[in-house]
């Protein structure tokens, strides 16, 4: 049985998306030419979103063939997202602590979360939340939402 809070508990990737891991192999993780491959014109959304997390444990990690390969954020031992590069987008996948969530439902500019983080499923871990960023604005909603989760967490 796996744990709730690996990725593929969160929604994962589907199957109709096929894994990342099948680009980079597990021997190596994938360097910023195979995500430009991979994301298109995303590419600037994915990597303003990795540029919030610096400071933080941040690396790629494998979750194996179905999965691939997940860049995971942390912050005090505690996973605080994982990016999953998609064709032509990406997903972000956190677990949210029930007053973490309550907190964001209540913060105006997450408006065009507020209907996924009500939604979110509760895990054993928390809320699990995914956002799927197919454009500029999914982009500028999810680094909202990154920036107030950073503020709750790191205090």
């Known amino acids: 049985m796996q744990k709730a809070s690996r990725p593929e508990s969160q929604g ?3 199957a109709e998306e096929g894994p990342f891991g099948a680009l ?9 030419r195979d995500l430009r491959a991979l994301l298109g014109a995303l590419f600037p959304e994915f990597e303003a979103t990795r540029d919030l997390l610096r400071g933080l444990k941040n690396g790629w990690k494998h979750y194996g063939a179905k999965i691939g390969w997940l860049f995971k954020s942390e912050h005090k031992g505690k996973a ?8 032509a987008g990406f997903k972000a996948n956190f677990t949210l602590r ?5 907190a964001l439902l209540g913060m105006e500019g997450l408006a065009a979360l507020r209907d996924s983080l009500a939604a979110a499923p509760l895990l054993p871990e928390g809320y699990g939340l995914s956002v799927l960023v197919r454009g500029p604005e999914d982009g500028a909603a999810l680094r909202a939402l990154v920036r107030e989760l950073l503020v709750i967490r790191m205090g």
Not at 98 to 102: D, F, G, K, L, Q
Request: avoid cysteine.
């Open 80 to 87: 605080l997202l994982w990016l999953i590069p998609l064709p």
């Open 98 to 102: 029930p007053a973490e969530r309550e």
């Open 24 to 32: 980079a192999p597990r021997d190596r993780p994938p360097d910023d």
């Open 12 to 14: 994962g990737q589907g």
